[in-house]
């Protein structure tokens, strides 16, 4: 399963993207807010600048503001990513405004995501459209009293009919990051808490301790 850093906050991508363990990185406004950026003025180019020198081979910005203007701001993500060596994968939101826009976003060529996924059924759109990746937001689909996992067993079962993969969000823990990966889904986003988590297990870190004590 590919593994991604769930962050817009630099410091969280300079403390773990060196391990190696990520191949990209996943933004969206909300995590730049909480990163106290103000997302309308970020600087793309320099933020792909050093995703690559951190060893990210993608970066995942979505669009924003008027849907009519999607595609030309996707051109602009596509362009930064490319003058930077790190695959631009513009997000899409699941919305109807957004979806109209999608063949003019696609035919630029670039990657594509479909983002805030709630539901198995939007799995047939993402086939449909052939979207490079689908987003459920698996933590806030459990908010709201679904059975997250059983929404996305169909979500994979679906596009495997297609060229889609399914990339697994809002995952709250690393429990749930295993089971995200024994349902066979092809990759999975998740933030600097999960990160921690899964990095830094504490008995790994005692045996490793009791190795060390043994050498005199």
């Given at each position: 399963?590919?593994?991604?850093?769930?962050?817009?906050?630099?410091?969280?991508?300079?403390?773990?993207?060196?391990?190696?363990?990520?191949?990209?990185?996943?933004?969206?406004?909300?995590?730049?807010?909480?990163?106290?950026?103000?997302?309308?003025?970020?600087?793309?180019?320099?933020?792909?600048?050093?995703?690559?020198?951190?060893?990210?081979?993608?970066?995942?910005?979505?669009?924003?503001?008027?849907?009519?203007?999607?595609?030309?701001?996707?051109?602009?993500?596509?362009?930064?990513?490319?003058n930077?060596?790190v695959?631009?994968?513009?997000?899409?939101?699941?919305?109807?405004?957004?979806?109209?826009?999608?063949?003019?976003?696609?035919?630029?060529?670039?990657?594509?995501?479909?983002?805030?996924?709630?539901?198995?059924?939007?799995?047939?759109?993402?086939?449909?459209?052939?979207?490079?990746?689908?987003?459920?937001?698996?933590?806030?689909?459990?908010?709201?009293?679904?059975?997250?996992?059983?929404?996305?067993?169909?979500?994979?079962?679906?596009?495997?009919?297609?060229?889609?993969?399914?990339?697994?969000?809002?995952?709250?823990?690393?429990?749930?990051l295993?089971?995200?990966?024994?349902?066979?889904?092809?990759?999975?986003?998740?933030?600097?808490?999960?990160?921690?988590?899964?990095?830094?297990?504490?008995?790994?870190?005692?045996?490793?301790?009791?190795?060390?004590?043994?050498?005199?």
């Amino acid at each position: 399963m590919k593994l991604y850093l769930d962050s817009a906050d630099v410091a969280d991508w300079s403390a773990f993207m060196p391990f190696g363990l990520f191949k990209g990185i996943t933004t969206n406004p909300l995590l730049a807010d909480r990163a106290g950026l103000d997302y309308a003025q970020i600087d793309w180019s320099a933020l792909f600048a050093l995703a690559h020198r951190l060893g990210a081979r993608e970066l995942h910005a979505q669009l924003y503001g008027d849907p009519e203007g999607y595609a030309g701001w996707a051109e602009k993500l596509y362009a930064a990513g490319n003058n930077n060596g790190v695959t631009a994968v513009v997000k899409v939101p699941l919305v109807e405004p957004a979806l109209r826009q999608f063949a003019n976003i696609k035919a630029l060529g670039g990657k594509t995501l479909l983002t805030a996924c709630y539901d198995a059924k939007q799995a047939l759109i993402a086939n449909a459209l052939d979207a490079d990746y689908l987003a459920p937001y698996l933590g806030r689909m459990a908010d709201q009293g679904m059975d997250a996992f059983a929404h996305l067993d169909q979500m994979n079962t679906i596009t495997k009919t297609g060229s889609c993969q399914v990339l697994a969000a809002s995952i709250r823990s690393a429990c749930d990051l295993v089971k995200i990966a024994t349902s066979g889904t092809p990759a999975a986003t998740f933030g600097a808490k999960v990160a921690q988590e899964l990095v830094f297990d504490q008995s790994s870190i005692k045996a490793w301790k009791d190795f060390e004590a043994t050498i005199k």
